[in-house]
């Protein structure tokens, strides 16, 4: 675990020596990485639930917001608990408080931000969203799928 806050290892807070450091940001990476997990599962899951329950009955559906995305706030839930729980052990393994603020906000940003990329990695698995509602941008990438125009000629 000593790689997921990579840059905050060798930089402990004024008066406080590198063992606890390093323990503190062990305890905080595994709590990171389960809660993480958990979450991008769990939206994973939800989001793959609501976006087969949505159908398409008219032209309009497929323009209308596309509201299984949402489920992407939950990753709210890491920011949350990861900040949570560095506040609630920071005195407990550093023996001080100062700096506590920036560093709680640091591991919980960087958890936040790592969550959500994941997550949004594991809704891109095909499978997961229906392919009614996938934009296919790139006409390379999916040859013969498509309707060829003069603007995307493949000579």
Known sequence: MDNFFFWLVDNPPSNVTNGPWEEYLNAMALYAVVLIGATAAAVALLYWISANRRKIH????????????????????????????????????????????????????????????ITYGLILIPGITPAKFRYRPIWFLYAGKGVKTAGNSRT
Request: charged share 15%; proline share 5%.
């Open 58 to 117: 008219r032209p309009e559906d497929c323009f209308a917001p596309y509201t299984p995305i949402q489920w992407l706030w939950l990753e709210l839930v890491v920011f949350a608990g990861v900040g949570g729980l560095a506040a609630l052990y920071y005195a407990d393994y550093l023996k001080n408080t100062e700096a506590m603020i920036n560093v709680v906000l640091e591991l919980a940003g960087w958890s936040f931000f790592v969550g959500l990329v």
